[in-house]
């Protein structure tokens, strides 16, 4: 069974600093796709940046990037030039690559950017 | 707009009542995910419908039950309902194979009372 661990329950960044949030997961299979999900107050999950395990390439969606380290199962999201927006829970997440299987979310970590 | 329709958004009902939750997948997606998100929670896995057939279950109680129809939508039914139960129930759908992610409906707020 897949795990996903998110080690960090809370985090704060100052606005226009980076900030790292790590994911740790724990698969047998070779072939998956790694998501982090953002939950603002709203509550609503929303996509922020997928990653295929495939490609070597680290995804970038704007000021969101990905750092993929496959042998080490790390899948770690880096937001820059922070804005107040983004404050939320931020949800890393893994699915197989056939999609059959279910979407394995970590525990979150609540990100508060701060003014 | 996630293309994931939830209905009702918010529910308000007395426990050991019934109550029943829809989900309506994004056009030609074969799988629907229902999650139950507690307060200040992560997201529980419950149970994933494929094309009409369970095709994995999670936490999910024996007071609750769930269903995929022919025309994909999906019905997750809550039965005897405690406190406890109170929650954001998302669902997900997610087409087969290929370039996939997990599309989430804006979840049904259920308060038990």
């Known amino acids: 069974a897949q795990t996903v661990t998110q080690s960090q329950p809370e985090m704060s960044v100052q606005e226009a600093e980076t900030v790292t949030l790590s994911c740790t997961y724990d698969?047998?299979?070779?072939?998956?796709?790694l998501f982090w999900y953002k939950q603002p107050p709203s509550r609503q999950m929303i996509l922020v940046i997928r990653?295929?395990?495939?490609?070597?390439q680290n995804a970038t969606e704007n000021r969101f990037s990905v750092n993929f380290q496959k042998a080490a199962k790390s899948f770690s999201l880096k937001i820059s030039d922070s804005q107040l927006g983004d404050t939320a829970m931020y949800f890393c997440a893994f699915m197989t690559f056939s999609g059959n299987t279910p979407l394995v979310f970590g525990k979150g970590t609540r990100l508060s950017v701060i003014a | 707009d996630s293309g994931v329709t939830q209905t009702p958004k918010h529910l308000i009902t007395a426990t050991g009542q019934r109550v029943t939750l829809r989900c309506s997948p994004r056009?030609?997606?074969?799988?629907v995910y229902w999650y139950q998100q507690s307060l200040d929670q992560g997201l529980q896995f419950l149970i994933q419908?494929?094309?009409?057939?369970?095709?994995a279950k999670g936490n999910i109680l024996e007071r609750f039950s769930a269903q995929q129809f022919p025309d994909l939508h999906s019905e997750l039914n809550l039965s005897s309902l405690e406190l406890g139960d109170s929650a954001l129930y998302f669902c997900?759908?997610?087409?087969?194979?290929?370039?996939?992610?997990?599309?989430f409906g804006q979840g049904t707020r259920l308060t038990v009372v």
């Open positions: 056009s030609g997606d074969l799988s």
């Open positions: 990653q295929e395990a495939y490609k070597q």
């Open positions: 419908y494929y094309n009409g057939e369970e095709r």
């Open positions: 698969t047998s299979e070779s072939n998956y796709y």
């Open positions: 997900a759908s997610s087409p087969q194979g290929g370039l996939t992610e997990a599309f």
